[in-house]
């Protein structure tokens, strides 16, 4: 069965580091998006994408926050300038079309020293 | 602002029994209805999702919207120990089709 997956599985940076997170969405998926979950927190939603542009994000993606589809199979979420608070699991997800179920990627664990 | 609410629980049932989740949201525009089953320290996988008001079956698991009293449930036949995880319930709010607004989880303990 097709799969979202993403890597590294777990990331450390230092603080002021950038870091770029990987995903690759399930392949006849057109919406991706990102979704970070701090520890013992809710699942928050960050940003969609589609046709090669973010299509809705959150008071959360501000300019620190970016995203690119940098080749036909792989969605990337890059973080300028980590702060401590960015640490957290990172969830991409994909969906075949608009307003269809969102399958999660197994995340990206983020550490910030 | 659009609220998704569930008791965090823990909430516990012997193996075999009908364990129960519930969820409330807050924007009745909201269109689309998802529950993810968690297990600790991994990602929300999908198990049930329902749009329309009414009962949803799949296997085990059968879901329930009511979209006039702004609620839906998962109910979970012949509980196993495997199911203990927490349950998300995640609302699609009318005018946000992209995103996916998530309650807190129930946390569901089935005891053998």
């Known amino acids: 069965e097709p799969e979202v997956t993403q890597t590294p599985s777990h990331q450390v940076t230092q603080m002021g580091q950038e870091v770029i997170l990987r995903c690759v969405p399930i392949?006849?998926?057109?919406?991706f998006y990102w979704y970070r979950q701090i520890l013992g927190q809710k699942v928050e939603f960050l940003v969609s994408?589609?046709?090669?542009?973010?299509?809705?994000k959150s008071e959360i993606f501000d300019d620190q926050f970016s995203v690119e589809r940098p080749d036909g199979s792989n969605f990337t979420l890059k973080i300028r300038s980590t702060k401590l608070e960015d640490s957290a699991m990172y969830f991409c997800?994909?969906?075949?079309?608009?307003?269809?179920?969102?399958?999660f990627g197994p995340g990206t664990r983020l550490t910030v020293t | 602002q659009k609220e998704v609410e569930q008791n965090s629980g823990p909430l516990s049932v012997p193996e075999g029994a009908i364990a129960s989740l519930n969820c409330t949201y807050s924007?009745?525009?909201?269109?689309?209805f998802f529950w993810y089953r968690q297990y600790s320290g991994k990602s929300p996988e999908l198990i049930m999702f329902?749009?329309?008001?009414g009962d949803k079956e799949d296997g085990r698991f059968t879901a329930q919207l009511n979209k006039a009293s702004q609620y839906v449930s998962l109910l979970i036949r012949d509980s196993q120990p495997s199911d203990s995880a927490t349950y998300l319930c995640?609302?699609?709010?009318?005018?946000?089709?992209?995103?996916?607004?998530f309650g807190s989880g129930t946390q569901l303990t089935v005891l053998p």
């Open positions: 995640a609302v699609r709010i009318k005018g946000s089709a992209r995103q996916l607004t």
């Open positions: 392949s006849n998926h057109l919406y």
């Open positions: 329902i749009y329309s008001n």
């Open positions: 994408f589609y046709n090669n542009e973010i299509s809705e």
């Open positions: 924007d009745r525009g909201s269109q689309s």
């Open positions: 997800a994909s969906s075949v079309l608009l307003g269809y179920e969102q399958y």
